[in-house]
């Protein structure tokens, strides 16, 4: 998947980080289908922040594209849901784990 305007934020040195948040048409965030266009943020030396990403999505973004730079805003039910994902993520970002 291609948005249109990514390839002008990726030559500025400005902004350092692109918030994504998709259109309601279009596949959620946390979905695979836009993991490519994640790691091309990342490569070009970008952070991104995702949101809203589901907590059964939220780990298998991060194993696919990294920790490193990587933003999300989880939409959980309850703050105990939160801390559980967030526990899970701080322990994959603890092993290094990137793309």
Not at 5 to 19: G, H, I, T
Not at 24 to 31: I, Q, V, W
């Amino acid at each position: 998947m291609d948005v249109w305007f990514l390839r002008q934020l990726l030559v500025v040195v400005l902004p350092s980080a692109v918030e994504f948040t998709p259109d309601p048409s279009s596949p959620p965030a946390g979905d695979p289908s836009w993991y490519p266009l994640y790691r091309r943020i990342l490569e070009k030396g970008k952070s991104v922040w995702i949101a809203p990403v589901l907590p059964d999505e939220a780990l298998p973004l991060l194993r696919a594209v990294g920790t490193e730079g990587v933003y999300l805003t989880v939409a959980t039910g309850s703050a105990g849901e939160l801390l559980r994902v967030e526990a899970k993520a701080r322990n994959l970002a603890g092993r290094g784990r990137r793309a």
